[in-house]
């Protein structure tokens, strides 16, 4: 499979290495070049400098042919750009976004672009754990954390000040 991933900090480093040592083709985009340090000895993709909400990077990073990409860089708003970039301009078969923000994430689900939430699914598992209870499916979290956004609008309308 070939895969391009945007962003190499813990999560992005991680999931090339894997990838790479799995025997995929991998291309890894960052911004900072200190960053491919993560990557290790062991890797065996590229390694690309550059912004990967720039076309021209993408193309360089073989974007057209790619199988997957995963943007996953700190920054919610260029993760989602990224994929949008992706799935709609280059037809890349399976595109993920990392999304921080539990609202920004259920409300790009529902727009089409599919996306992980380390918030929601960090909390989901931590609830589950607590609870003694066996691990869910990502998308039991995403239906917690819809009703987590309903909570949150109502309480709006309603003029509660924490939720302004």
């Not at 911004?31 to 400098?49: C, M, P, V």
């Not at 609008?153 to 302004?164: F, L, M, R």
Request: include cysteine.
């Amino acid at each position: 499979m070939k895969v391009v991933i945007l962003g190499c900090g813990r999560l992005g480093a991680m999931l090339a290495w894997m990838l790479s040592q799995e025997g995929h083709s991998v291309t890894i985009i960052d911004r900072n070049r200190e960053a491919f340090r993560r990557l290790g000895e062991g890797f065996k993709g590229r390694t690309i400098l550059g912004t990967g909400i720039d076309e021209d990077i993408l193309l360089l990073a073989g974007i057209e042919g790619a199988d997957a990409f995963a943007a996953v860089t700190n920054g919610d708003n260029t993760n989602i750009m990224a994929a949008q970039i992706a799935k709609l301009k280059f037809k890349v078969p399976r595109v993920i976004a990392r999304v921080y923000d539990p609202l920004r994430a259920c409300a790009y689900r529902d727009l089409g672009i599919p996306n992980i939430s380390p918030t929601i699914l960090g909390a989901g598992l931590i609830r589950d754990y607590f609870l003694g209870q066996e691990w869910k499916s990502p998308e039991h979290y995403f239906a917690l954390a819809e009703q987590f956004e309903l909570a949150l609008s109502s309480a709006s309308d309603e003029g509660d000040p924490q939720c302004t």
